[in-house]
């Protein structure tokens, strides 16, 4: 039987959609996930890359979402699929070409995610000097947990996060020592790309990537000081 498009559109629909930390939805849409490269100096030096005073933003579509718990699949058909453990910011109001003192008020929450990058499929893309949206935009490629209010957080560039598998601590980030503060990233990011309310900016990356294999047991945790805000417990499975 042929399937329709808005029967294709209703299977995305139900694969993923915005969720407070209790688990309860959130009513907004399902839109895009703003990036920024290289914002911890330890990541830029663990993977030799080369830097330039202008940020490094990229886009991953709104197919990329995915809960991140009790599991999320990842391709294996492309070599190495590896973890890039991030703060998530969702944004509950237009932005467009806003100061930083305009930031704040539309932030509806803070979360984790995974930048999932095909690692190889990015390093033969750099080698023929040609895009890599490919590596990081695929189907699944951004694996989110739920999002803790704002009210929550008094001091969001305060907040600690790390990622252990299989027991192992793998990445610790300190979002004090991102080269480019929250609120600057999404101002500056707005001045390029209008962020709408459903939108999902990722923050970077620290020291600690590396490749994630089916059946991985991962941990994921948020602080802010000796509180624990998220505490996510999931498992690595294969793409059909």
């Given at each position: 039987?042929?399937?329709t498009n808005n029967e294709v559109g ?96 539309a932030i509806w929450g803070y979360s ?51 990622l252990a598998v299989n027991g192992e ?72």
């Amino acid at each position: 039987m042929k399937t329709t498009n808005n029967e294709v559109g209703m299977t995305y629909q139900h694969q993923y959609q915005h969720q407070d930390w209790q688990g309860k939805p959130i009513h907004l849409p399902t839109a895009k996930v703003v990036c920024i490269g290289q914002n911890y100096l330890d990541h830029i030096q663990e993977m030799h890359s080369k830097t330039a005073p202008e940020a490094l933003f990229f886009i991953k579509p709104a197919t990329a979402l995915r809960p991140l718990a009790p599991e999320f699949a990842i391709p294996t058909q492309h070599g190495a699929v590896h973890n890039e453990t991030e703060i998530a910011v969702l944004i509950q109001k237009p932005l467009s070409k806003v100061t930083e003192d305009e930031v704040m008020d539309a932030i509806w929450g803070y979360s984790l995610a995974l930048d999932l990058t095909l690692r190889d499929v990015q390093a033969q893309l750099k080698q023929l000097g040609r895009p890599w949206e490919i590596a990081k935009g695929f189907d699944g490629a951004c694996p989110l947990a739920g999002f803790v209010p704002a009210a929550n957080i008094k001091a969001p560039q305060q907040l600690t996060f790390s990622l252990a598998v299989n027991g192992e601590n793998r990445q610790q980030g300190d979002a004090g020592l991102m080269i480019r503060g929250i609120n600057r990233m999404i101002s500056e990011m707005s001045q390029w790309f209008s962020l709408q309310p459903g939108d999902v900016v990722l923050t970077g990356t620290p020291a600690g990537v590396g490749p994630l294999l089916a059946g991985d047991k991962l941990q994921l945790k948020l602080q802010s000081g000796s509180d624990l805000l998220l505490d996510v417990q999931t498992s690595v499975s294969i793409q059909p």
